[in-house]
């Protein structure tokens, strides 16, 4: 079968799903990824016949995304500040946003720091950072056992240590305790969000690491904050991933737990998406 005529069915049988545009972009991608051609493949060589060996991968991708399940899924990664992270549907597929908090972070943590990226899931902040600054000690926290043992198994060098706990229950002491840099993106999506949402989204990505009650929904940053307070130690920073519809009230949530410098960031869209923050020495643990 012709590539090209390939493509051609592929982004007909995806629009209705996808639209035209990001439908051509999936599929090129998909492409890309099983055959190892660049994204163009198909104009510069019109006569490119697909290997017979790699077609029925090609087809069986495209039935999986037909029912709506994330490419990242079907491919088994995710591109992160220019590593592929393997994702699956224990994790949530990382995001280009949180690609800013990880170069935030970076240039402020100190040598040889500690590093506490809480609801770590796929660990690519954790794995970011302990990649990016040889010698910082990372530690991720998930309560999701499939979560962590994706997390685990993403490199072969040596990186961060992964450990279960609950977020929302502040422990009296944490191993690697006290820490330089915490990092965060809890859920953060209100359960009356989810009509807004893409169905590859609702339909796949792991409503654990998503959602939030609408009658709480910064519960979890009431609970970050708590293990800044604790956790961090004098001097140090954090920065957490938000809801950019909460900015403000956010941001109150760690004012209100007597953190200081609290300062809320845009992404590279514009939208309100990172709250940043110091410990001072006056708090109690």
């Known amino acids: 079968m012709l590539l090209s005529q390939f493509i051609a069915d592929a982004d007909a049988s995806l ?3 996808y ?12 492409c890309s ?10 104009i510069v060589e019109p006569s490119l016949e697909i290997d017979e060996g790699k077609l029925p991968l090609l087809m069986d991708a495209l039935v999986r995304l037909r029912s709506g399940e994330p490419l990242q899924y079907v491919t088994g990664f995710q591109e992160f500040r220019g590593r592929r992270f393997k994702v699956n549907p224990s ?12 170069e935030w972070a970076v240039q402020r943590i100190p040598a040889g720091g500690r590093v506490l990226d809480l609801c770590t899931g796929s660990g690519c902040i954790a794995w970011s950072i302990a990649l990016e600054l040889p010698g910082t000690v990372v530690t991720g926290v998930d309560i999701s056992d499939e979560a962590l043992e994706t997390a685990r198994g993403q490199f072969n060098s040596p990186g961060p240590e992964f450990l279960k706990a609950d977020v929302l229950r ?3 002491s944490f191993p690697g305790a006290p820490f330089d840099m915490l990092t965060a993106n809890p859920p953060y999506i209100r359960e009356s969000e989810k009509s807004q949402m893409h169905t590859n ?5 792991p409503a654990l690491a998503l959602f939030v ?4 929904p910064l519960l979890f940053y009431r609970a970050v904050a708590a293990w800044a307070v604790r956790f961090l130690a004098a001097g140090g920073s954090g920065i957490v991933e938000f809801n950019e519809a909460l ?3 956010t941001a109150a949530v760690f004012a209100a737990a007597g953190l200081r410098n609290v300062e809320v960031l845009k992404d590279f869209r514009g939208a309100q998406r990172f709250v940043c923050f110091n410990k001072k020495e006056s708090i109690e643990k």
């Open 213 to 216: 009650p609408d009658s709480d």
């Open 33 to 42: 990824d099983v055959l190892g051609v660049p994204s163009y493949a198909h």
């Open 247 to 249: 900015g403000e009230e």
């Open 15 to 17: 629009e209705s799903l």
């Open 91 to 102: 994790v949530l597929i990382p995001r280009p946003e949180t690609e800013e908090l990880v």
């Open 170 to 172: 502040l422990p009296d």
């Open 19 to 30: 639209g035209p545009r990001e439908a051509a972009g999936i599929v090129k991608r998909l």
């Open 201 to 205: 989204v609702l339909g796949h990505e």
